[in-house]
C-alpha cells in the first residue's frame, strides 16, 4: 500500500527513520479497505446473483446487511468497555477471522436462512474493525497530523471499494458468485490479520515508544495553558429537543445512504450488465471519497451550513440522475452514482462535525456515540425496507422518491439543530 507523497516527508524520524505510528497508519488503511471496501460496499453486487440462483427476492438476501447493522446498534454501546479491558491487536484478530469466515461461508449456502447467521457475525466483527478500534489507536499514536492520518486511512474505505467492485464483478462473471463469496473471504483475511496481528498495537508504550508528534505536544503544554472543552453534558444534550433532532439527522442519513447497496441491482433492473453495474458501485466509492475530502474542507473554510448543502445536495441530485438514467443513459447513471457517492460521504462525516458544533466537545464521546446508534439502525432498517419495495414494486421508482424526501427532512433538521446551540448557553 502506498503512502501519499504529501506524507511522505512527515513519515520520517529526525534519525531518517519511518516513524511507527505511519504503519499503524497502513494497517489502519488496509483493516478498513477489507471491513468497508469488500464485506461493505461490495455486498449489492451479489444480491441479485444470489437471489437469482436462490430462486428468492432481493429483500430476503439483503436482509443480512441489515441484521449485521442492527448487530453493531446493539454491540455499539459496549464496544468501548471490550476494547478498554482486552489487547486490541487480539481483539482485531479475532474480529477479522469472523469476518473472513462469516463473508466466505456464504459461497457455500443454499438456503436464506444461513445468510443471517453469517449476517450477525459480520455485525459483532464490524463492531470493533469499522466503528470501535481505529479512531482509538489513531489517536494513541499520533499527537500530531491525527487528522491527516485518520482520514487517509478512512479513504481506503472507497479505495478498496472502487478496486474490489470491479473485482468483483468480473469474479461474478468469470466464476459465479459462490466462488467469489469465498475468494474475497480469502482477501478479507489477507488484508487483516497479519496487520492486526504484527503491526497493530494499541499504545506506542508497548513498544517503548513515543506516539507521533509527543515532543512537540509537550513542549506546547509546557508553553500555554490550555482551556477546558466548552459544551453541555450529555445529560443536559438529551433535555434539548436539539439532540432529537440531531438524532433524526443521523438516522434518516444512514437511512438514505443505503441506497448504495441497491445502486447494482438498480443498474441491472434497467438492463444494464453486471460490469456496468460494478462499475457503478465504482463511481459511488470514488464520490465517497473525494467526497469526505471535499466536504471536509468545506466545513473548515465555509462552515457547516454550507457542507451540509453541498453534502446533501450532492445526494439529491445524484438520486435524481439515477431516477432517469434509463431515459438518459449510462453517462447519467454514472453521474448520479458519482454524485450520490459525495451525499454518501456526507452521512458519516457530517453528522460528528454537527454533533460538536451544536452540543460542544465537552461530553462529545457519550453523545456522540448515543447518535451515531441513530445512524447504524437506519442503516439496518433501510436496507432491507428499500429491498422490499422493489420486490413489491418491481423498480426502484418509489424508493428513489422516498430518499429524496428523506434528504429533504435531513438538511432540515440538521438546520433546525443547528440554530438551538445559542439556546444551550457555551461558547
Known amino acids: 500500500m502506498l503512502v501519499s507523497p504529501l506524507l511522505r516527508g512527515d513519515i520520517m524520524k529526525k534519525q531518517g527513520k519511518i516513524h511507527y505510528a505511519w504503519w499503524i497508519m497502513v494497517a489502519s488503511a488496509a483493516i478498513y479497505a ?89 455485525g459483532i466483527g464490524s463492531t470493533f474493525l469499522i466503528y470501535g478500534s481505529i479512531p482509538l489507536i489513531m489517536n494513541n499514536w499520533f499527537k500530531a497530523k491525527v487528522g491527516t492520518s485518520l482520514g487517509f486511512a478512512m479513504a481506503f474505505m472507497g479505495v478498496g471499494g472502487a478496486v474490489f467492485a470491479q473485482i468483483t464483478g468480473a469474479l461474478i462473471e468469470s466464476i459465479g458468485w459462490r466462488s467469489t463469496y469465498m475468494t474475497l473471504g480469502v ?88 460490469t456496468m453495474a ?37 445526494g439529491m441530485l445524484g438520486v435524481v440522475a439515477l431516477l432517469i438514467s434509463d431515459s438518459f443513459g449510462i453517462g447519467m447513471l454514472y453521474t448520479g452514482a458519482l454524485l450520490f457517492g459525495i451525499g454518501f460521504s456526507g452521512s458519516t462525516l457530517l453528522p460528528p462535525v454537527v454533533i ?37 414494486t418491481g423498480s426502484y421508482y418509489t424508493v428513489f422518491i422516498i430518499v429524496i424526501v428523506l434528504f429533504i427532512i435531513t438538511i432540515s433538521s440538521s438546520l433546525i439543530s443547528l440554530k438551538w446551540k445559542k439556546k444551550l448557553n457555551f461558547n
Open 34 to 122: 477489507a471491513s468497508v471496501g469488500i464485506i461493505v460496499s461490495c455486498a449489492g453486487l451479489l444480491y441479485r446473483a444470489v437471489a437469482e440462483d436462490l430462486q428468492v427476492g432481493v429483500s430476503e438476501i439483503s436482509l443480512y446487511t441489515s441484521l449485521m447493522y442492527l448487530t453493531v446498534t446493539i454491540l455499539l454501546p459496549f464496544a468501548g468497555k471490550i476494547l478498554n479491558k482486552f489487547d486490541i491487536r487480539y481483539i482485531l484478530t479475532i474480529a477479522g477471522i469472523i469476518n473472513a469466515l462469516a463473508f466466505g461461508l456464504m459461497g457455500t449456502y443454499h438456503s436464506v436462512f444461513p445468510f443471517y447467521i453469517s449476517g450477525i457475525a459480520l
Open 187 to 274: 482477501i478479507v483475511a489477507i488484508l487483516i490479520l497479519p496487520f492486526s496481528l504484527f503491526v497493530i498495537r494499541s499504545k506506542p508504550e508497548q513498544l517503548n515508544m513515543t506516539a507521533y508528534g509527543a515532543d512537540e505536544v509537550d513542549t506546547d503544554t509546557t508553553n500555554t495553558q490550555q482551556k477546558p472543552e466548552s459544551g453541555v453534558l450529555k445529560g443536559v444534550a438529551m433535555k434539548s429537543p436539539a439532540f432529537y433532532l440531531v438524532v433524526l439527522f443521523t438516522g434518516l442519513f444512514g437511512l438514505a445512504s443505503t441506497v448504495s447497496f441497491h445502486v447494482p441491482n438498480f443498474v441491472q433492473s434497467v438492463g444494464f450488465s453486471a
Open 278 to 314: 460494478a462499475t457503478g458501485v465504482t463511481c459511488v466509492t470514488i464520490g465517497q471519497t473525494g467526497g469526505k475530502f471535499l466536504l471536509g474542507a468545506i466545513n473548515d473554510k465555509m462552515g457547516i451550513k454550507v457542507a451540509l448543502f453541498v453534502g446533501i445536495g450532492g
Open 356 to 392: 460538536r458544533e451544536v452540543f460542544g466537545g465537552r461530553d462529545y464521546a457519550s453523545i456522540y456515540t448515543t447518535i451515531m446508534s441513530a445512524s447504524t439502525l437506519g442503516v439496518a432498517f433501510g436496507t432491507t425496507l428499500f429491498s422490499y419495495i422493489f420486490d413489491s
